[in-house]
């Protein structure tokens, strides 16, 4: 378990590629199981353990993920989530620069539930929802661009969808554009850090999550 942030109120931990947040139809073990095991034996805990799904990423994407430890920790951080009082942080990898090196991107978004893919308008349609990120270009290697991207709202493959429609497909997204996927399966796009008001403490909490272990990653000279 690669923790980024624990108290007795809540834990961040740092999700790989491939893993799930939360069981689904696959039946894989989810990360929230796996939290659980973690906080039994380390705490000794007797019985079940609480953990909160607070927000999940797709399953190709790496990074900081926050699970809540009580229900009074759960309620508050859904709370903090859904009022959109909480900084998220992504990093991407395009072959693709952005045309601006930064800008805001403002889209209407339709999810389609059969293919499990959403879809970016420039104008408002039936069924979609508004999407906004910030994004900043923030580095280069030879053949690829790292991307900062901030996201002001929580839609369903929000940032995959947004960058593939300004032609800045992620690389490995086979599913919004790019030429191939990646050896390992995943998508160069992960959650770079969090930063929110603690649930009980009352104080600003950021994690950061370390890159993948990955050559593609380490060549842009970042930490």
């Known amino acids: 378990m690669d923790v980024l942030y ?3 109120h809540i834990i961040i931990v740092n999700k790989h590629s491939g893993e799930i947040v939360q069981g689904d139809k696959t039946g894989d073990k989810p990360l929230s199981e796996m939290v659980k095991e973690y906080i039994k034996e380390k705490y000794a805990k007797p019985g079940n353990v609480f953990c909160g799904v607070v927000h999940r990423l797709d399953r190709p994407v790496a990074g900081a993920v926050v699970f809540a430890r009580t229900s009074k920790a759960l309620s508050r951080l859904n709370e903090t989530f859904r ?3 909480v900084k998220k942080t992504y990093w991407a990898i395009s072959s693709n620069c952005p045309a601006e090196p930064q800008g805001t991107l403002t889209n209407w978004i339709v999810r389609k539930e059969a293919q499990n893919k959403s879809y970016a308008y420039d104008h408002e349609v039936p069924g979609s929802k508004k999407a906004i990120l910030n994004y900043k270009v923030i580095a280069h290697s030879d053949r690829y661009h790292l991307i900062e991207v901030e996201l002001l709202t929580g839609r369903h493959h929000q940032i995959r969808c947004q960058l593939s429609a300004i032609g800045c497909p992620i690389k490995g997204d086979l599913k919004y554009g790019s030429k191939r996927s990646n050896p390992d399966g995943s998508i160069s796009l992960m959650a770079r850090s969090v930063e929110f ?3 009980v403490k ?3 909490i950021k994690a950061v999550a370390p890159l993948p272990e ?3 990653w380490q ?3 970042v930490e």
């Open 6 to 8: 624990e108290d007795n």
């Open 83 to 85: 009022n959109g009082e």
């Open 197 to 199: 008001m603690h649930p």
């Open 202 to 204: 009352k104080e600003i």
């Open 214 to 216: 990955d050559k593609l």
């Open 219 to 221: 060549a842009f000279g």
